[in-house]
Structures are given as structure tokens and as C-alpha cells.
């Protein structure tokens, strides 16, 4: 499916073309200049665009009446905004005036799937105890769904050290995702598409680069982030490789259909996985455990340091196996 094509027509062609270079970086969209509304009209693309951005002073009427395109005008002051048929202000972050425009136009609520009859399938992966490979058994499950299914990985650690190991620096993360789902959902749908990275058939969202911004994001954000992707995405698994740094982690593990738990047998895990078990029962989340299944992963030996190749190996018969076992037949 080919993207959207958005379009600036302005005669200030450095605004026009900064504009432009943010929208393709930030948002899913091709994009086009033009420096006029005649340069625009004599075009061929011209009945290929999607979203028109004018400057006031090139539109017409006529012009909006020539062309399929979802045109927003380009106010240079703010009194024009309450004029019939007002645009946004011009002169504004880019940032902002994008919001303003997906929460103008009708497109995002277009594209977005039919909101699906029967929920998707969260899966958990968590334990108390450290070093474990939980990472690694996630990565690799991740991929071998996504050989037959549409799966979205999150990781929700302090330190994921996800951006060394893909060999990658990520211009955004899971906070930025969780910061358009509070302050601008209108432009959600199209910044999920532009942030989203992939591994192998197994797309994933950046892991927060700060473990003070993971630590400032509520229950109540995860939660609406699990529900805006469960409602507005083709996702058929999300699989959350959590970590106890974040708030409401019982209860994000209560929503998961299964959870992984990484267990090992030298007396000091044993004892932290007792106390974790513990601590469910008094606070009331039994039910947690029941949908638990531990892992002892201290046989998997020569792991391979990139994602894409967790497929292989003991790791992956040992995931495919899990899947086979306790998901569905694999």
C-alpha cells in the first residue's frame, strides 16, 4: 500500500521545505513542495496528493475544487483562525501544527482498521529474578509468531540495551508513543506507523532511553497505550518484556492472556521467586500466578548477539516449543 502523499504549496521556500523534512522524519507520509499555487496546478503528482498544506495567499477556491486532496490553509496570523473556514497558524512548531491538522482533517479515523470484535492476545514476560534471558526468550517467541501472525514487541526495562544490540540509534521510543497518546491521539494512528521498527516479521517500538521517563508514566498511561494499540492496530500478539520499575506491573500482568517467568534453581532465586509469589497472594492477584509459566532457561548456552538471529538455535526450539505447548498448536 503506498503512503500518503502530503503537500506544502508556499512561496517561502525554506519554511516549506523544513516542513516537509519534519513530516517525512516524523510521520509516514511522501512529501512534496511547491513554491506556488501555478507550479502546483501545472504538476502531474497534483491528483496524487492526500493532504494539501497552502499558504493563504495561493489559495483559491477554484484550486479546492480542482483537486481530491484535503487541503488546510496556512493562516499568517492568528485573527484569521476564527474566520469561516479558518487553518492552522502558520508560524508554530511543526509539531503543533501537524496535531492541529490531524485532528482537522477526517483521514486518521479512515485509515485506522475496524475496530476488532475480540481482543488481542497480550503476553507477559516477567520475573524477579535478573539475568535470566527473559529478553532474549521474548525476542525469539516475538519472531516466530510473527512468521504467521501480526506481533508487536515492548520493552519496558531501564536499560534494554536494545539500541546496541540492533546496532541502531532510535530518534524516538515508547515515551514519545505514550506522549501522543495523552496530549495528541488525534495524531496517534500515523505516528504508531512512523515510529514503529521491525525485526525479522516482528515489529517493535524503541524501549525508553531514560529509566527516569519510564518511571514517570502511570498505571493509567500503560494502560490507555495497551487499549489505543489494541483498538487501532491489525496486532494479533503484544508481547511486554516487563520489568519492576514501572507502575501498576501486577496489573498489567493480570491483563495478559500468558505470562513467562524466568526461574532458576541457586538458593537466592528460588528465594526471590518466593517472595514474589508471596506478595501476589497478599495483594490479591492470584490469579497472576495461575496464568504463569516458568522458564528455566540455564541449559541455553552460545546465544547469538543479534535479534533477527534468535530463530536458531536452542533458544528458538525452546520457544517454539513453549508456543507449541502454551499458546496454540505452532
Known amino acids: 500500500m503506498r503512503k500518503k502523499l502530503l503537500a506544502v504549496c508556499d512561496r517561502e521556500a525554506v519554511y ?82 501537524m496535531k492541529e491538522v490531524m485532528g482537522r482533517l477526517e483521514i486518521q479515523e479512515k485509515e485506522r482498521p475496524v475496530i476488532r470484535e475480540k481482543g488481542l492476545n497480550l503476553i507477559g514476560f516477567y520475573s524477579p529474578i535478573k539475568r535470566g534471558l527473559q529478553t532474549s526468550l521474548a525476542l525469539s517467541m516475538g519472531q516466530m509468531l510473527a512468521k504467521k501472525h501480526k506481533v508487536l514487541y515492548l520493552n519496558f526495562e ?17 515515551t514519545d508513543l505514550i506522549y501522543y497518546i495523552t496530549n495528541a491521539k488525534e495524531a496517534l494512528f500515523y505516528k504508531l506507523q512512523a515510529m514503529t521498527q521491525s525485526v525479522g516479521n516482528m515489529d517493535f517500538i524503541p524501549p525508553a532511553f531514560s529509566y527516569m521517563d519510564i518511571n514517570r508514566i502511570t498505571k493509567e498511561q500503560w494502560m490507555m497505550m495497551i487499549e489505543e494499540i489494541e483498538k487501532y492496530s491489525a496486532y494479533e500478539y503484544i508481547l511486554l518484556d516487563l520489568s519492576d520499575n514501572i507502575q501498576g506491573l501486577p496489573d498489567i500482568l493480570r491483563c495478559c492472556r500468558k505470562v513467562f517467568t524466568i526461574v532458576k534453581d541457586d538458593g537466592m532465586a528460588m528465594a526471590k ?45 525452546f520457544a517454539k516449543n513453549l508456543i507449541r505447548k502454551e499458546l496454540y498448536e505452532f
Open 16 to 97: 516549506a521545505s523544513k516542513f516537509c523534512e519534519y513530516v517525512a522524519k516524523e510521520f509516514p507520509f511522501d512529501v512534496a513542495v511547491f513554491t506556488s499555487r501555478e507550479n502546483l496546478e501545472q504538476n502531474e503528482t497534483k491528483d496524487k496528493i492526500d493532504i494539501l498544506l497552502i499558504a493563504k495567499e495561493e489559495y483559491s477556491k477554484q484550486l479546492e475544487e480542482n483537486m481530491r486532496a484535503q487541503i488546510v490553509i496556512l493562516e499568517p496570523d492568528r485573527e484569521s483562525l476564527n474566520e469561516p473556514n479558518g487553518g492552522v497558524y502558520k508560524y508554530q512548531s511543526c509539531e503543533t501544527v
Open 273 to 317: 521467586m518466593e517472595q514474589y509469589k508471596l506478595l501476589l497472594e497478599r495483594a490479591d492477584y492470584e490469579d497472576v500466578l495461575q496464568k504463569t509459566k516458568q522458564c528455566d532457561l540455564s541449559l541455553i548456552r552460545d546465544l547469538p548477539f543479534a535479534p533477527e538471529q534468535l530463530v536458531y538455535g536452542e533458544l528458538a526450539d
Open 158 to 174: 531501564s536499560f534494554s540495551g536494545l539500541n546496541i544490540r540492533f546496532g541502531k540509534e532510535f530518534m524516538c521510543d515508547i
